[in-house]
T-cell receptor, first 110, second 114 residues
Framework: DAKTTQPNSMESNEEEPVHLPCNHS???????IHWYRQLPSQGPEYVIH???SNVNNRMASLAIAEDRKSSTLILHRATLRDAAVYYC???????????FGGGTRLMVKP | NAGVTQTPKFQVLKTGQSMTLQCAQD?????MSWYRQDPGMGLRLIHY???????DQGEVPNGYNVSRSTTEDFPLRLLSAAPSQTSVYFC?????????????FGPGTRLTVL
């Protein structure tokens, strides 16, 4: 399975954009990149996923590098509710089971 | 829809006791799985099921049993609880057999083994 590297923590001010990076240099050409987040004392929740081109949904945008060795999750206007651990997860080789690394703890300051 | 529900929310056990953590989903999802999360760590897969009657081991299966007799339910059994099993347990489900489908997680069961 592809390995990922994410910063342990990041800080942002409320209502400012946040760019959360992820390196996945060993990802294969057909593996999707998934992002989940975990709010304090809750189970993880899906954020977004993509393969090659940039993706947008109501929660965030996902920018995938042309060589697919890295991606960036973009929160356009951080709110206090966005304070969470964000996990970048490449698609596993087999099965449907996600492999969670340490993730990035995002802190949002008012 | 209630989504993925887990009971109990909290549980304290003594070493050697057994118990069953319940998980149910009402979305008719084929895939269900159990994860554990130790303090400050990411989630680790314990067992998973690709449909009723079919289960398989994940990364950390020792000390746990599962069965899947219905699509809706996927209980996790601790055979003889140990302090190392103190953790938060999450159940998840998804529609089909690829990660292209969103996984839905329950709220978790916080287990303490004394």
């Amino acid at each position: 399975d592809a390995k990922t590297t994410q910063p342990n923590s990041m800080e942002s001010n409320e209502e400012e954009p946040v760019h959360l990076p992820c390196n996945h240099s060993t990802i294969s050409g057909t593996d999707y990149i998934h992002w989940y987040r975990q709010l304090p004392s809750q189970g993880p929740e899906y954020v977004i996923h993509g393969l090659t081109s940039n993706v947008n949904n109501r929660m965030a945008s996902l920018a995938i590098a042309e060589d697919r060795k890295s991606s960036t999750l973009i929160l356009h206007r951080a709110t206090l509710r966005d304070a969470a651990v964000y996990y970048c997860i490449p698609e596993p080789n087999a099965g449907n089971m996600l492999t969670f690394g340490g993730g990035t703890r995002l802190m949002v300051k008012p | 829809n209630a989504g993925v529900t887990q009971t109990p929310k909290f549980q304290v056990l003594k070493t050697g006791q057994s118990m069953t953590l319940q998980c149910a989903q009402d979305m008719n999802h084929e895939y269900m799985s159990w994860y554990r999360q130790d303090p400050g760590m990411g989630l680790r897969l314990i067992h998973y099921s690709v449909g009723a009657g079919i289960t398989d081991q994940g990364e950390v299966p020792n000390g746990y049993n599962v069965s899947r007799s219905t699509t809706e339910d996927f209980p996790l059994r601790l055979l003889s609880a140990a302090p190392s099993q103190t953790s938060v347990y999450f159940c998840a489900s998804s529609y089909s057999g690829t990660t292209k489908n969103e996984q839905f997680f329950g709220p978790g069961t916080r287990l303490t083994v004394l």
